[in-house]
């Protein structure tokens, strides 16, 4: 499975950007697509995921209400909307892709697959 990722870009404080992440290939065992991201200097951080098959959606506390995940499966495309975006969102998102525990928040050992980084700098 080969991920990309692409929407990044710099958007003041407010503002709104969409990320997209194509998976190409397939895994029967990969039900879900999500998102993390990394800070300079800050551990990695799970933001969002989607299990398309069922329309579960998770995210991470710090986006909850601003940050909207979804996918669209005949395009194998899974897609992050981010509203109201805060400096402290700045940082490279990664999409990635594997086969998730239902019914709980993924942790990063549940995604096999990882795409190259897309950066987004929110600036106040």
């Known amino acids: 499975v080969q991920l990309q990722a ?12 969409r990320l997209s992440c194509s998976a190409s290939g397939r ?9 993390f991201r990394q800070a300079p200097g800050k551990a990695r951080e799970f933001v969002a995921a989607v299990n398309p ?4 959606t998770y995210y991470g506390d710090s986006v909850k209400g601003r940050f ?3 996918s669209d499966s005949a395009k194998n495309t899974a897609y992050l909307q981010m509203n ?14 594997g086969k998730l525990i ?14 190259q980084g897309t950066l987004v700098t929110v600036s106040s």
Request: aromatic letters at 16%; hydrophobic letters at 30%; glycine letters at 22%.
């Open 6 to 17: 692409s929407g990044g870009g710099s958007v003041q404080a407010g503002g709104s950007l």
């Open 27 to 35: 895994s029967f065992d990969m039900n879900g697509m999500g998102w």
């Open 53 to 56: 098959s069922g329309g579960l």
């Open 68 to 70: 909207t995940v979804s």
């Open 84 to 97: 109201s975006l805060k400096p402290e969102d700045t940082g490279v998102y990664y999409c990635a892709a």
């Open 102 to 115: 239902l019914g709980q928040a993924p942790t990063f050992y549940e995604f096999e697959y990882f795409g």
